[in-house]
């Protein structure tokens, strides 16, 4: 195994979270602790044409795929590098056109069983940690999730068996899509818009921690994983699984549902931001505890029906649910509270879409203090907050303010992306466009 080791990072087994990863030296803040290429990756629908079917490099004149004109490359040693997995999918979609709908799972897991039969070596991205060792929790999963995975498999079989002769047994392939759901990762970019799915399997080696000391970024399909905390040797590596934003026992029941572990990190036992995040009104009579309980039930209800609701109701009746909401959690919750805050976000992601440049602008600039409160010193979503605020203002002319917002969006991603990365180099650019 020392042979395919991380240099300054080993394997170990962390007490009572099954394998991990542990530091053998000191890492600075900023650090690269290492990378992992993807071992399979799929590029999101929406996002064909604006990236590169393969590498993920976002530029504009990309080269269409001649047969499906549908994936897009950045030239043809991307278009050839890509071919074997994009032949899974470039005659059924012209096939099937319109119906040619496979979930992004089954496209990643269609793709991965394809590099399997191809690959009989240890991978570059599994160093530490082979796809093949990877956690499932198969014996865990309720109904409802057995369910789904049934209906990807089906999935599977209708848009890929044509492509892929001899897929595993069924027992096999729920084991595959467990795994990949309690260890697959997801691609954004740096305002933290949605780019694919992707397999890292070293990365996926990293436990949970509410405050972590990595943050992982992307450079096309690999995986860049750096510290923002100083780390010291004999230290577990820890990552983050989830949005950071929520209170304790939010954080504890999406571990749960999704990871099937109760954290026990220091933010989970401490609980040291809770009483903010869950801040309510100042009122001559205080709400009880009652009504309290009562608005986090609806904020929580609200928040899975906006979520559906995305789907299929139009940008201003979306508007309209974040509004009535708001005004609603507003009789008991402070303006602060993390619920108002993801409807805010919710309403600002909408403007955006509308083109409401000042209505987003309005809506991030309440939630930015607070969220660089609740959140860790180092996080992306407080830094893709800026770098949306500071390109808004820079949009509305106010120059002093996109500036400023640029400069704390940087401060956060030369930590997180690294200083040599594009995104860095962009927002450079910008700050330095308008001296
Ligand atoms: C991506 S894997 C990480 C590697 C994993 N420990 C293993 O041995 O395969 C995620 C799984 O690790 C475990 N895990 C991760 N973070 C944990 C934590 N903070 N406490 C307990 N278990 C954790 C859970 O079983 C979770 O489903
Ligand atoms: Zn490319
Ligand atoms: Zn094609
Ligand atoms: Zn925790």
Not at 63 to 91: F, P, T
Request: glycine letters at 4%; a negative charge.
């Amino acid at each position: 195994m020392n042979n395919y080791g991380i240099e300054g990072t080993e394997r170990f087994e962390s007490p009572s979270r099954g394998r991990g990863l542990r530091a053998l030296r000191h890492f600075a803040v900023g650090e690269l602790v290492f990378v992992c290429p993807a071992y399979s990756s799929v590029l999101t629908v929406t996002e064909r044409g604006a990236h590169c079917e393969h590498c993920f490099t976002r530029k504009e004149d990309l080269s269409k795929c001649g047969k499906c004109k549908q994936a897009y490359y950045c030239n043809v040693d991307c278009q050839r590098g890509d071919w074997s997995m994009h032949k899974l999918e470039c005659s059924a979609m012209c096939a099937s056109g319109e119906n040619w709908c496979p979930s992004e799972t089954v496209r990643l897991v269609a793709r991965m069983i394809m590099k399997q039969k191809t690959t009989t070596e240890r991978t570059p991205s599994e160093r530490l940690f082979l796809l093949r060792e990877f956690e499932s929790h198969l014996d865990k999963l309720d109904s409802e999730k057995d369910e789904m995975i049934q209906a990807d498999i089906l999935a599977l079989h209708h848009f890929y068996s044509r492509h892929i002769s001899d897929l595993p047994d069924n027992q096999s392939l729920s084991e595959l899509f467990a795994q990949v759901n309690c260890n697959g990762f997801t691609i954004e970019d740096e305002e933290l818009s949605h780019l694919g799915s992707a397999v890292f399997p070293d990365v996926a080696l990293m436990n949970h921690s509410c405050s972590p000391n990595v943050i992982v970024t992307y450079k096309g399909t690999v995986a860049e994983v750096r510290a923002v905390t100083e780390i010291n040797p004999g230290e577990e590596v820890f990552n983050s699984y989830i949005d950071l934003l929520y209170p304790t026992e939010d954080r504890r029941e999406r571990l749960l549902d999704s990871y099937f572990f109760t954290c026990q990190c220091t933010e989970c036992t401490t609980k040291s931001k809770d009483k903010a995040k869950m801040v309510t009104r100042k009122l001559s009579t205080p709400s009880k505890p009652e009504e309290i309980e009562q608005m986090i039930q609806y904020a929580k209800n609200v928040i899975e029906e906006f979520r559906r609701a995305k789907h299929y109701k139009t940008p201003s009746e979306l508007l309209e649910m974040c509004e009535l909401s708001m005004e609603k959690m507003a009789t008991v919750f402070g303006d602060t509270n993390v619920y108002m805050l993801h409807m805010m976000y919710q309403a600002m992601g909408v403007c955006l879409y509308m083109q409401d440049w000042d209505g987003a602008m309005t809506y991030g600039e309440k939630i930015i203090q607070p969220y660089s409160v609740y959140y860790p010193a180092y996080s992306l979503n407080v830094a893709s907050m800026y770098l949306k605020l500071g390109r808004l203002y820079l949009g509305l002319e106010k120059k002093t303010q996109g500036l400023k917002a640029l400069q704390k969006a940087l401060a956060i991603m030369e930590v997180a992306h690294g200083k040599d990365h594009q995104y860095v180099a962009e927002v450079k650019h910008e700050i330095e466009e308008q001296k």
